[in-house]
């Protein structure tokens, strides 16, 4: 009895410690110190003890996956919350919702691939690349677990920092690398500063609007007063978050720093970058961007949708007239973010399901591609289509994989690109026409304030784009004529330079299959099966469209639907309230003909009526 | 007076200290030479335990209170000494004591530095030349007289504790190393001091003409009568701006900022440090005193300085953080560059003036006066982080002797070739900068939301804006730290450490720990500071039913028999 009690108490305090969300933050931060303070440049200890670093998390984000229940509308779970600074609202606050468990899964699954990735690349300066590199992971994962918005923009921030270290200490070209690192720290970082003043914005208006007049920046508190700001408000908060969001993703006008980052990055740079990085900026828009300000979404979702549209042809048109095999992913990585952008702004449970799975799949595909690319290019120290070719000749897995990883990203059924790419567009074609009557109709189909088929066929138009220069590509790197530089046909470097790479074998190495295998596994599961991870979705992707049709499309009707800033400015005097909302139910807004939300992913089931809608992010 | 001198505790123990400091800086025995540091410390962690313990009469704990000696001793020191303010004394005086301790380490090798470099070369030691005990008798002199500052509820007392803090300075940055340039930087420091005295001065005689007596809550009271009776004396308003004119000089604020970055640069890192905290505290100290003479009640929703006054600040906090950020980027001296941070904070904390305490009961999100106090113990273990890390560096100068470390190249890769070093630098510029989460973040989100609910958004936004110009040469400094390889030509300096980085890197070491133990119970800062920002308008102390003797004169001399509160 005496040691089952006290077993038990062990238990619980393990359970406490390990089912919480602060290990996937602080585990890697721990390694990355313990690999700055130890003596030596021993090769082998330091990247065994980044790979315990990156592995501890993986078998945690398991351990709590378990436990997480994914479906039923619970929200946020594993909250914690500490004091902090309390007097002015600062609290460490950690919480998880299905979409965040998502996201920190595939940042801690790429962490262990990174690692492996790198290490025949890596070979100087280990200690800093490695630091670097598991810092990241930590502020990765604390970005979709913070609940604090200033916890948020401390870890969203803190991304830059390791990301410019690894570009600009480790990139492929010493000449070019400095401006690439350089210019990508400029362009996010200006952008997250305006964020930040966004997000202040918020905290302020809640301050203001509150009872209290006290300072918070819970997420969930904001979220409940945020949507009762101006349409004016909302609109300046809107552009003011989407400076940080949409460099981040990066979206159409401001894409420009990341071919030249990725082009410069370190593979496992790359494969971070596409994986993760990226998406937090679409992770911004739908959790802060939607959950703040759903009036000025509505007013300006065609604008956002025929952003992301250019961005989805150009993109994909570079794409297409590229030489150097990287920049080639990194464009196509702009073009795909344009479904994911498109899909958030289709404004209904479908298009933001969607999205959200993209982020996930383009991590997976487009991640791989990354490594894919790095690994010829530690072979052969070139990456241009001019120079290669031809290698399934003489390298066969090599080329299976590259193969297999293409399809996926142009959206083969059967893999995973092509659902999410199915429900972005889908999203964008049934928002049209279905919200507002007030004849402003400008094309047939596309209504003012929505989305509409149309927005679907030019997005469609992508699809076969992105076909033609990934199968333009595969036809001359696969199964073009064998081209390599240093001799046809006999496969392997001899530049005398890089002998350090010499011991690499022709084709992949065991290692390499096995960073490779996992992913394709996840891309094919999540091609055949889709129907679990679209169910995890459905409640937080509802909830969100709801919210956007009950504060944004109903509120704007009954303003005036062909409100516009200017004229909205005379009326702030007495703005409009929309029916506060308070706590997850409210009857009035489920007996609300919602219009928006009768489409249901087609592998799902209908949802449940009983799950309670709540305002996106409150607890 | 019993009572006063109970109040005192903290700053005579320091007194004892540095009696004892000096007399032994006598002796002719180098080992009782080399225990001044030590008894420094001594004095300091005594005096901040006093300071600690008369904090708050509700929060020691029974036993203490119930103690025979040390109750009494707790009991006498929880009298405030004036009423406008009244805890300012315990927060100023442990912020001094704590601070003090941080920078204590920095401080080897600062008075007779060359001297022993040469006795440890084999030369003889010769006691005569050896400066030391006058060097750490010095530091405590000032030290005490910071805490006086705090204390101070008379206009002469805050002279004397004014100059008290000053003085020995001017001999500290004369004295810090041995070329002609400190000779150069103590002088300048001296006379523009002197000018700034002097104007403060002059602008303390201008009160006490207007108000007839030099006790700060007589004084309140007669401007609280004249304010009530169609407006504060004009002799007042100017002898208070001229005393804040003055008290700019203090915190190296805009119209008297021009010593700043050559006195930083002419004196030793060390001192340069010290510069950086002592008069910046005391200054702040003495204009929280000073505005609140006159109150923070003016103002639409009586929540301001008078107009005057709050046009001036607001005028000057704008200019000293513009003109102190813009200048620091285009320095290439470390020291003179944290020499312009250093004013540009100065600016940052003026906001929480002009926002003021707010209402009676207003949170620390709306307490100007907690933010700059909070801001000030942030602000001071930041910066000496990095001042330690250039004092405990050195190089080799054209004419082949040692200096030390100035030129922001000497920094190149310093986080490569010495890791602890480059990472405070880092830290504490990244910290300095703002970067969130680090306490830098956390002392200016206060000030933020102090001006934001002062209504202050335009100076707001300023600050805002100078905080981002800030990062350029904050990134800068961790840049060249971080990601520059070390200098690798023959013709560069070869940079090296001190003699003395062991005991100087300890400055940076513990102002590291604070940066991060701070950062972490911010909450626990917070609350202190809080406590010590306490303001007590003057109709809350002086109930109505006394009526005010001058109520209905305006002249300033029939309030003479205004009694002295005991």
Not at chain 1, 59 to 81: E, H, K, N, P, S
Not at chain 1, 313 to 326: E, F, P
Not at chain 1, 532 to 544: F, G, H
Not at chain 2, 138 to 165: H, K, Y
Request: proline share 6%.
């Amino acid at each position: 009895m005496e040691t089952n009690s006290v077993l038990q108490q062990y238990g619980d305090f393990i359970q406490q410690i390990i089912f919480t969300l602060p290990p996937g933050v602080l585990i890697p931060l721990f390694f990355a110190f313990l690999i700055a303070i130890t003596k030596g440049t021993n090769a082998k200890r330091i990247r065994l003890l980044a790979l315990i670093g990156t592995v501890i998390p993986v078998l945690w984000f398991i351990l709590i996956a378990i436990q997480f229940r994914w479906t039923g509308g619970i929200g946020d779970q594993y909250i914690g919350v500490s004091s902090w600074f309390d007097q002015i609202g600062l609290k460490f606050s950690f919480a998880a919702d299905s979409v965040s468990m998502l996201l920190v899964g595939l940042t801690v699954l790429l962490g262990p691939i990174c690692v492996l990735a790198s290490t025949t690349a890596i070979t100087e300066r280990l200690k800093t690349y490695y630091c670097w590199l598991l810092i990241l992971q930590g502020a990765m994962t604390g970005v979709f677990i913070a609940r604090d918005i200033i916890l948020f923009y401390t870890f969203f921030e803190f991304t830059l920092v390791p990301l410019y270290i690894l570009i600009n200490l480790f990139g492929s070209s010493p000449a070019n690398r400095k401006a690439a690192a350089t210019k990508f720290f400029l362009y996010t970082f200006t952008g997250s500063v305006i964020a930040l003043a966004g997000l202040l914005y918020v905290a302020w208006q809640h301050k203001t609007a509150s009872l209290h007049n006290a300072w918070s920046f819970d997420m969930g508190v904001l979220a409940s007063t945020a949507h009762k700001m101006t349409f004016t408000e909302q609109c300046w908060v809107f552009w003011a978050l989407l400076a940080g969001f949409a460099i981040k993703v990066p979206l159409f006008p401001v894409h420009t720093w990341l071919p030249q980052a990725h082009t410069e990055a370190p593979t496992a740079g790359s494969v971070i970058l596409a994986g993760v990085l990226l998406k937090l900026g679409t992770y911004g828009i739908f959790k802060f961007v939607l959950g703040f300000c759903p009036a000025a979404c509505t007013f300006y979702a065609p604008t956002l949708a025929v952003l992301s549209i250019i961005g989805i042809v150009y993109a994909g048109l570079i794409c297409w007239v590229q030489t150097d095999v990287k920049k080639l992913v990194a464009y196509s990585s702009v073009s795909h973010l344009g479904y994911c952008v498109l899909g958030l702004f289709a404004l209904n449970a479908v298009g933001i399901s969607g999205s959200i799975l993209y982020m996930i799949n383009h991590g997976l595909s487009t991640g791989a591609l990354f490594l894919l690319i790095g690994m010829v290019y530690e072979r052969y120290h070139t990456r241009s289509l001019k120079e290669l070719g031809g290698l399934a000749r003489i390298m066969p897995i090599w080329a299976s994989f590259m193969v297999f990883f293409t399809m996926a990203s142009v959206g083969l059924p059967g893999l995973n690109g092509f659902v999410s790419e199915l429900f972005c567009t889908l999203g964008a074609f049934q928002a049209g026409g279905v919200s507002f009557d007030h004849g402003v109709k400008l094309l047939p189909g596309a209504t003012w304030g929505t989305l509409g088929p149309w927005y679907a066929v030019a997005a469609g138009t992508g699809v076969i784009i992105t076909a033609m220069y990934l199968l333009y590509m595969l036809g001359i790197i696969v199964w073009g004529p064998l081209n390599v530089p240093g001799g046809h046909g006999h496969g392997h470097a001899h530049d005398a330079a890089h002998d350090s790479h010499a011991k690499l074998p022709t084709d992949l190495c065991a290692r390499e299959i096995g960073l490779l295998l996992p992913l394709a596994a996840l891309c094919l599961i999540l091609g055949l099966f889709p129907g679990p991870i679209l169910r995890t979705l459905e409640d937080p992707a509802d909830n969100v469209a709801r919210f956007i049709q009950t504060h944004g499309r109903d509120r704007l009707q009954k303003d005036d639907p062909r409100l516009t800033p200017a004229n909205d400015a005379e009326n702030a005097g007495a703005p409009i309230r929309p029916p506060i909302i308070h706590g997850p139910s409210s009857e009035g807004r489920s007996a609300r003909p919602s219009t928006l939300r009768t489409t249901t992913p087609p592998t799902t089931p209908a949802p449940k009526s009983d799950a309670s809608p709540k305002p996106e992010g409150s607890h | 007076m019993d009572s006063k001198l109970t109040l005192l505790w903290p700053e005579i123990t320091l007194f004892i200290t540095t009696c004892v400091v000096m007399i032994l800086g006598q002796s002719k025995h180098k080992d009782s030479r080399n225990l001044a540091p030590w008894l420094c410390a001594i004095g300091l962690v005594a005096s901040g335990l006093f300071a600690w313990l008369g904090r708050d009469i509700s929060a020691a704990s029974s036993v203490f209170v119930d103690h025979p000696w040390l109750g009494k001793l707790i009991k006498g020191a929880s009298i405030p000494s004036t009423t406008l303010l009244p805890n300012l004394p315990y927060y100023g005086k442990m912020i001094v004591a704590a601070v003090g301790l941080v920078m204590l380490p920095m401080m080897a090798g600062s008075a007779d530095g060359d001297l022993e470099a040469s006795a440890g070369h084999g030369k003889p030691w010769d006691a005569l030349r050896s400066t030391r005990g006058e060097f750490y008798s010095f530091f405590l002199f000032s030290l005490s007289g910071l805490m006086l500052c705090s204390s101070a509820n008379d206009l002469i007392f805050l002279f004397l504790a004014l100059e008290l803090t000053s003085l020995p300075t001017y001999v500290m940055v004369a004295l810090s190393t041995s070329r002609n340039r400190s000779m150069e930087a103590g002088v300048k420091y001296f006379f523009l001091g002197a000018l700034g005295a002097a104007v403060f001065l002059y602008g303390f005689t201008l009160i006490y003409g207007a108000a007839g007596s030099t006790h700060f809550d007589a004084i309140a009271r007669i401007f609280a009568a004249q304010i009530a009776n169609g407006g504060l004396n004009q002799l007042a308003l100017l002898g208070i701006v001229l005393a804040l004119l003055g008290m700019c000089f203090k915190i190296a604020a805009v119209p008297m900022h021009f010593y700043t970055p050559d006195v930083y640069q002419g004196a030793s890192a060390s001192v340069a440090g010290f510069l950086a905290f002592v008069p910046k505290a005391a200054g702040f100290f003495a204009i929280m005193l000073l505005c609140s003479l006159v109150g923070w009640g003016f103002g639409d929703n009586h929540q301001h300085l008078p107009d005057a006054l709050r046009t001036m600040l607001w005028v000057l906090a704008a200019l000293t953080m513009t003109v102190g950020n813009v200048l620091a980027i285009m320095q290439n001296s470390v020291k003179r560059m944290l020499a312009y941070s250093s004013i540009a904070h100065s600016g940052y904390m003026l906001v929480g003036i002009v926002a003021g305490p707010g209402p009676d009961g207003a949170p620390f999100s709306r307490n100007g006066l907690a933010a700059v106090l909070f801001y000030l113990g942030s602000y001071a273990v930041m910066t000496l982080g990095a001042f330690a890390v250039l004092a405990s560096l050195q190089r080799k100068n054209a004419n082949g002797k040692m200096e030390e470390a100035d030129d922001i190249d000497d920094l190149r890769g310093l986080a490569l070739t010495r890791p602890l070093l480059g990472w405070t630098m880092v830290l504490s510029a990244m910290g300095l900068l703002g970067l969130p989460p680090l306490l830098g973040f956390l002392g200016k989100v206060p000030l933020f939301t102090s001006g934001i609910g002062a209504g202050e958004v335009p100076l707001v936004i300023v600050l805002g804006i100078n905080s981002a110009i800030a990062a350029y040469y904050y990134l800068r400094l961790a840049y060249v730290c971080f990601i520059e390889q070390p200098e690798t030509l023959p013709s560069a300096p070869k940079v090296e450490l001190s003699e003395f980085f062991k005991a100087r890197r300890m400055t940076g070491v513990l102002s590291m720990a604070a940066v991060v133990g701070l950062a972490l119970s911010a909450g626990y800062l917070a609350d202190m500071a809080q406590l010590g920002a306490t303001y007590q308008p003057v109709h809350t102390f002086h109930p109505p039913a006394t009526p005010e003797p001058a109520a209905d004169e305006a002249a300033p001399a029939a309030s003479n028999a205004e009694p002295l509160p005991g």
